[in-house]
């Protein structure tokens, strides 16, 4: 602004007297254009502010560091993570004694609101929450804006229906800003099958005109071998995301694993505990950091369904992922290259479907209409 002013100052110095009046008026422009730039990006700042408090925050209350070391090294990276963690699983963290426990539950009870609110302030909170695009307008028609942050979607089928095609796109559409469909974040991807491919983001990233190289490089990718390394690799996405800007986690897929680790009737039990661990620690993410958890999920024939059923097929896990996924979608084959979506399961979209295609003459097609709409 002093800049802008002493270059007017200038400007009038050459010029008559008579036009000083409409030197002051542009200069009030400039000011009020210059208090408005400073807003709007106060604004967009507010949109993409952090979510969670990192555990650094607890020596400002008598916490020492070693202590949070500790917290750390048992998977604990957020001052939420502790407030929402149980007396019980908190005594099991090494080196933590049972009264440091209590003093950190009084302390972090101080820091997270965890009381009753109006369902008026819920609902301001709830505008907050942001939608990534699956590049599918009609998808996106269908889910009312796309994948929702701050929890677990859970997308079903048999295998080629798109369900990876969709997790590689989300990869790419959660880096685009706000309002383009994005979230301005990076992404996780929890590979258990080996069918992450790099090369399709880039595709995916040339679709929507950004830098391939830098969409590759928002992206954390780990190849999980056993149900127990997909355990481990959750604790490892919390402390890369309590370092930076995240938007997504995508695990792909979620039952894979635990389906071939656990066998028979006998080990179903344990099965079943295990995986509600895994998803109650995506939905702790989901709440902490504000990122979408999107997770892919294998199905088997139902015995009890009749043959001529149009879908005689059902998602594995039974209540334990039914009951944890937010919202739930179905993917089934149509007609040629086209793949119906339907609304399974969520508490605010209703139950209907619509048609979407994947593949390269799409995005051409896309590309083209966008060229068009340009060039008008």
């Given amino acids: 602004l002093t800049v802008r002013l002493t270059a007017a100052t200038q400007k009038s110095n050459d010029k008559p007297g008579t036009q000083s009046t409409n030197i002051m008026e542009a200069l009030q422009q400039q000011h009020q254009e210059y208090q408005d730039d400073g807003q709007q990006q106060q604004e967009e700042g507010e949109e993409i502010a952090v979510t969670y408090q990192t555990l650094d925050l607890l020596q400002e209350h008598g916490i020492a560091a070693n202590d949070i070391q500790k917290l750390n090294d048992a998977g ?123 090369a399709r983001l880039q595709e995916i990233a040339t679709r929507f005109g950004m830098d391939p190289a830098v969409a590759l490089e928002n992206v954390a990718y780990a190849r999980a071998h056993n149900s127990e390394h997909q355990m481990e690799l959750l604790k490892m996405a919390a402390a890369i995301m309590a370092q930076d800007r995240y938007a997504l986690i995508v695990v792909d897929s979620a039952t894979a694993l635990f389906r071939t680790d656990y066998v028979g009737r006998g080990e179903l039990s344990e099965r079943q505990m295990q995986m509600a661990q895994f998803l109650r620690q995506l939905t702790r993410l989901a709440e902490e950091f504000g990122v979408a958890v999107f997770i892919t999920n294998q199905v088997v024939a139902n015995p009890d369904g009749m043959s001529f059923a149009k879908d005689s097929t059902k998602p594995i896990g039974g209540n334990i992922i039914a009951h944890a996924s937010t919202t739930r979608l179905r993917l089934r084959k149509g007609r040629g290259e086209n793949r119906i979506c339907t609304v399974f399961d969520s508490p605010t979209l209703p139950e209907a479907d619509c048609q979407f295609a994947v593949g390269p003459q799409v995005c051409v097609f896309v590309c083209l209409c966008l060229l068009l709409c340009l060039l008008n």
């Fill in 76 to 198: 604990y990276y957020t001052v939420e993570s502790v407030a929402h963690a149980t007396v019980r699983k908190l005594s099991e963290v090494k080196g933590i004694s049972e009264a440091k426990v209590l003093k950190l539950k009084d302390i972090v009870k101080t820091l997270v609101p965890m009381d009753f609110k109006t369902a008026a302030d819920a609902l301001e909170d709830r505008k907050s929450i942001v939608t990534l695009t699956t590049g599918s307008t009609e998808l996106d028609k269908l889910l009312e804006g796309g994948i929702e942050t701050g929890s677990l979607t859970e997308v079903f089928g048999e295998f080629r229906t798109g369900k990876t095609q969709l997790c590689h796109t989300l990869c790419v559409t959660c880096q685009m800003s706000i309002t383009d469909g994005g979230a301005e974040g990076k992404a996780i991807y929890l590979d258990t099958e080996g069918t992450f491919r790099p």
